[in-house]
């Protein structure tokens, strides 16, 4: 029972940890920057929905670089699947789907969760003060298996790696900049709010930076993060099967 | 089919189709592999052997087409049936990054190999590759035929009845080719473990496997044991080498195609019928295009 959880979780743990060093230095080196670009250019001169830039600035970084790790497994995925065909070892093995899927999502939020402990380093750095409460963990949680599972799909669906870099450009990249982690989505015009409005990040973004701030937490943002969750791990669900199609 | 008739059968199919979009890869083929035997799925490049390897292992889908292992439905229990199958893919899958001994403990875990036994094996395999000593280098260190060897004990780990060889040696030097085909010999003398091979290599197909099928355009023309194929089309080929090209006639003795080479005014030879004179006297074409 679970040997596929259990075995796609080795060989991704294992496989980290010979990077572990150079990965981690990779994914802390732009919410840095972004720290002292933003955070210190801005610093407490400037509020933003009655919160000092830099306190509005750090859980918008949490959710952005939580979602490059945990969504950043589809590239991983990708040269496993296409350049070296480890993933078919996957498919011929007595497992199911739903602990293949299960397994990534596992790696990819771990890897989330590492890039959220980073930042918390950084904000106690630069001495901005956040609350820690259940609300935040079962966010963090939530949005890193929701973009985990989404990057598990797109690795699946895609048919090789200029794909990969394609969805990366024309959908993350945009979602990244405009839901909310550096300005709130309010300020947006009408049609870009719209749009915005349809994508989970925008959701995880609100909902994770009222958790951290004392703000209060929509409930219904937090419904839709879990709906968006449940809508891409059956997605996920779904590709790997097609990869057998 | 009646129980009685699957006893002894490690693998059996029936009418396998694969089609992509409008093209049909496999068309309707059938295979019969019992305990121990030592077959041959022998085909031109785009024949269907992979294809059809890959119908089998469940890596991809048929389109039609019933699968048994052991007499069990491999559609309906997949995850049972998967525990039979052993597979040698055309790609050497081992997995870069992890040394050969996380390799391997990891397809222990993906096959429920208990975890007091997992060690214990894995060092009996990696001593029967001969690569004991360097169990603990990454796999992208490894040399193409260290690759291959560790593909295939790691596909006789969790002791499969059945093994799958994809183009095992394809791209490998005749030395380390020799070597992976005497550790295959020895994994089907030692294990009575039953084994599909794909090649392009046919002389040693034809040395190493008991029966063979033949496959072109998806579709099996011809199966049964290399000598007995071989004998039907005349156990002797004449070669005329004529200025348009190479004339065959087959003979069934030595003695018949020596005689029908006297007098000939051409340069001619006279061999032993090959598994691919089999195939082109079948086709009109060569297996190794």
């Known amino acids: 029972m679970f040997n596929g959880f259990r075995g796609v979780l080795y060989r991704e743990i294992n496989v980290f940890r010979k990077r572990a060093g150079k990965q981690i230095l990779a994914s802390s080196l732009s919410p840095l920057l972004f720290l002292i670009a933003f955070g210190w250019g801005f610093g407490d001169r400037v509020a933003v929905d009655g919160l000092p830039y830099i306190t509005f600035l750090i859980p918008g970084l949490i959710t952005m670089?939580?979602?490059?790790?945990?969504?950043?497994?589809?590239?991983?995925?990708?040269?496993?699947?296409?350049y070296f065909h480890v993933f078919d070892e996957y498919l011929i093995a007595p497992i199911s789907h739903v602990e293949i899927v299960l397994g990534e999502a596992a790696y990819g939020m771990f890897k989330g969760l590492l890039s959220t402990a980073l930042i918390f380093a950084y904000s106690v750095i630069f001495g901005v003060k956040l609350t820690v409460g259940p609300v935040f963990f079962l966010a963090i949680l939530t949005h890193?298996?929701?973009?985990?599972?989404?990057?598990?799909?797109?690795?699946?669906?895609?048919?090789?790696?200029?794909?990969?870099?394609?969805?990366?450009?024309f959908v993350i990249t945009p979602m990244i900049f405009l839901s909310g982690t550096f300005f709130p989505v309010e300020k947006l015009p009408v049609v870009f709010k719209?749009?915005?409005?349809?994508?989970p990040l925008t959701y995880s973004t609100k909902v994770i930076r009222a958790a951290l701030t004392g703000g209060d937490v929509n409930m219904l943002y937090f419904m839709l993060m879990l709906g968006f969750a449940a809508v891409f791990f059956v997605?996920?669900?779904?590709?790997v099967g097609r990869v057998e199609g | 089919m009646a129980v009685?008739?699957?006893?002894?059968?490690?693998?059996?199919?029936?009418?396998?189709?694969?089609?992509?979009g409008e093209k049909t890869a496999v068309a309707g083929i059938a295979l019969d592999i019992r305990e121990g035997d030592f077959t041959g799925l022998l085909g031109p490049n785009g024949a269907g052997k992979t294809t059809t390897i890959k119908m089998l292992t469940g890596l991809i889908k048929p389109t039609g087409g019933e699968i048994y292992y052991y007499g069990r439905d491999f559609f309906t229990c997949p995850k049972d049936a998967k525990r039979h199958i052993g597979v040698v893919p055309q790609h050497s899958n081992v997995d870069r990054d992890l040394t050969a001994y996380e390799n391997l403990y990891l397809h222990s875990i993906l096959h429920g190999i208990p975890k007091k036994r997992r060690r214990e094996k894995i060092y009996e395999a990696l001593e029967f590759a001969g690569l004991l000593d360097h169990r603990d280098r990454q796999v992208k260190t490894f040399s193409g035929g260290m690759k291959r060897r560790l593909v295939l004990v790691r596909a006789l780990l969790h002791g499969p009845g059945i093994l799958f060889l994809d183009e095992p040696t394809v791209g490998l030097d005749p030395q380390i080719r020799k070597n992976i085909w005497d550790l295959i010999l020895k994994i089907n003398q030692q294990k009575g473990m039953a084994i599909l091979l794909t090649t392009h290599y046919i002389e040693e197909a034809e040395k190493l496997c008991?029966?063979?099928?033949?496959?072109?355009?998806?579709?099996?023309?011809?199966?049964?044991?290399?000598?007995?194929?071989?004998?039907?089309?005349?156990?002797y080929v004449l070669e005329i080498f004529r200025e348009d090209g190479i004339e065959e006639a087959f003979f069934a003795s030595k003695e018949d195609a020596l005689e029908r080479l006297r007098g000939c005014p051409h340069t001619c030879k006279v061999r032993e019928v090959t598994l691919e004179d089999v195939f082109i006297k079948l086709t009109g074409k060569r297996i190794n295009v």
Not at chain 1, 65 to 82: H, K, M, P, V, W
Not at chain 1, 145 to 156: K, P, Q, R, V, W
Not at chain 1, 235 to 239: D, E, M, S
Request: no cysteine; aromatic share 8%.
């Open chain 1, 65 to 82: 670089s939580s979602l490059n790790q945990s969504y950043g497994i589809a590239q991983e995925l990708n040269i496993t699947r296409f």
């Open chain 1, 144 to 169: 890193t298996f929701l973009f985990t599972t989404l990057g598990i799909t797109i690795a699946m669906l895609v048919r090789d790696h200029g794909d990969q870099a394609a969805v990366n450009t």
């Open chain 1, 194 to 199: 719209w749009l915005v409005y349809a994508l």
């Open chain 1, 235 to 239: 997605a996920a669900l779904r590709a």
């Open chain 2, 4 to 20: 009685a008739e699957r006893a002894g059968k490690v693998l059996e199919a029936r009418g396998l189709v694969k089609k992509f």
């Open chain 2, 210 to 235: 008991r029966s063979t099928y033949i496959i072109d355009k998806g579709r099996i023309i011809i199966k049964g044991a290399p000598d007995d194929l071989k004998k039907d089309i005349g156990g």
